[in-house]
């Protein structure tokens, strides 16, 4: 059973670094390719980053492409989103997503509850 829980959130300004990670207390995470979405107030959920189930293969959102990057420790069942060069702009409830390499958030079935990052000017 997938059980994905996000920590690492929190306030920083911008040009800042933050890391978010996503545990699978389930410990079936090293299966399955794994996603980071974000969704600020009034907004729909956006991709982020995708990573298959080996490290091979990452796809990422154009907006944070060369800010971000997604990493996987499958021997700790846990998914990393290393942000740095924050801008105001990603201020966002992020949530990581299993069991898929996929940029849409609706191929997702399994989320966590999502860490606030909030970004300031």
């Known amino acids: 059973q997938v059980q994905l829980g996000e920590s690492g959130g929190g306030l920083v300004q911008a040009g800042g670094s933050l890391r978010l990670s996503c545990v699978d207390s389930?410990?079936?995470?090293?299966?399955?390719?794994m996603g980071w979405f974000r969704q600020a107030p009034g907004k729909e959920r956006e991709f982020v980053a995708t990573?298959?189930?080996?490290?091979?293969?990452?796809y990422y959102a154009d907006s944070v492409l060369g800010r971000f990057a997604i990493s996987r420790d499958n021997a700790k069942n846990t998914v990393y989103l290393q942000m740095t060069r924050l801008k105001p702009e990603d201020t966002a409830v992020y949530y990581c997503a299993a069991e898929q390499y996929s940029s849409n958030w609706r191929d997702y079935e399994y989320w966590g509850q999502g860490t606030q990052v909030t970004v300031s000017s």
């Open positions: 389930g410990r079936t995470l090293s299966r399955y390719g």
């Open positions: 990573i298959n189930w080996s490290s091979a293969s990452i």
